[in-house]
């Protein structure tokens, strides 16, 4: 049986918090996210704060089913995001941590806990699709216990899986 969507919280973990994604985060994240290095795995370019609050809206709209997305926000300061695509009882998890708070376990953190989330609304089957270079990502991956398959995506990036049966 297909779990049904859950509605999308915040969620605290040892020491963030994730707030569900709103247009006013924009002009926050706008900031953090105007670094061309963020993008290098990913590709594109970083969002002008206009249409990082075209974004947002469309997101927060709850047009994409499925589509949950966070703010990462350690010491009331953002500094990341985090977003999990759900499809029946799996997820694709996906981080984003600014570059200058990055080494210093948030994502693992923000992922963990997006990963525990979805698992207590019956989504058991957690997954990611890393870039084979982003070696952070793949670290990230690997904490949450997942390990990657031989599939790779039209974009070039390796289906990661649960090691757990």
Not at 30 to 58: C, K, S, W
Not at 68 to 89: L, P, S
Not at 116 to 132: D, K, V, Y
Request: net charge negative; proline share 6%; with cysteine.
């Amino acid at each position: 049986m297909t779990p049904a969507l859950p509605t999308v919280e915040a969620i605290r973990t040892e020491r963030l918090v994730l707030e569900p994604l709103r247009v006013r985060h924009a002009d926050e994240m706008a900031p953090l996210l105007d670094d061309e290095r963020l993008h290098e795995f990913i590709g594109g370019r970083p969002l002008t704060p206009d249409q990082l609050r075209a974004r947002y809206a469309r997101l927060a709209a709850g047009g994409h089913n499925g589509w949950f997305n966070w703010v990462v926000r350690c010491c009331g300061v953002a500094v990341g995001t985090v977003q999990a695509t759900v499809e029946g009882a799996a997820a694709d998890v996906a981080w984003v941590v600014g570059t200058g708070h990055q080494r210093k376990g948030y994502a693992t953190e923000a992922a963990r806990g997006v990963v525990g989330w979805l698992g207590e609304h019956g989504i058991r089957q957690p997954g990611a699709a890393i870039h084979p270079g982003n070696h952070a990502s793949a670290a990230v991956a690997r904490k949450l216990g997942l390990v990657p398959t031989d599939v790779v995506d039209d974009d070039g990036e390796v289906r990661w899986v649960s090691a757990a049966p």
